[in-house]
């Protein structure tokens, strides 16, 4: 990655640090699993602000389909919220 992108390896590195940190993850494989759960929000959930990503979605036959959050512990609760 960092050779396609003209950059270091450190570079990199510390993307994907400061990454995780915003993310409350520890892993590449933790970033994936939440980016992709957003993106499932972003088009899949009710009031979605994004198209669906699966064409059979609005006939409710869509495999990507939730009507839950599908990871969960995310997003991490928000400490202003004590409900």
């Known amino acids: 990655m960092a ?5 270091s390896l450190d570079t990199v590195k510390s993307h994907f640090k400061e990454l995780f940190r915003k993310v409350h993850v520890r892993s590449r494989t933790q970033l994936l699993v939440v980016v992709f759960s957003e993106l499932l929000r972003l ?4 009031k979605a602000c994004l198209p669906p990503l699966c064409a059979r979605f609005s006939a409710g036959q869509c495999p990507l389909r939730v009507d839950h959050n599908p990871v969960p512990g995310y997003p991490p ?7």
């Open 3 to 7: 050779v396609e992108l003209g950059i």
């Open 43 to 46: 088009t899949c959930y009710p």
């Open 77 to 83: 609760p928000d400490p202003a919220n004590n409900t």
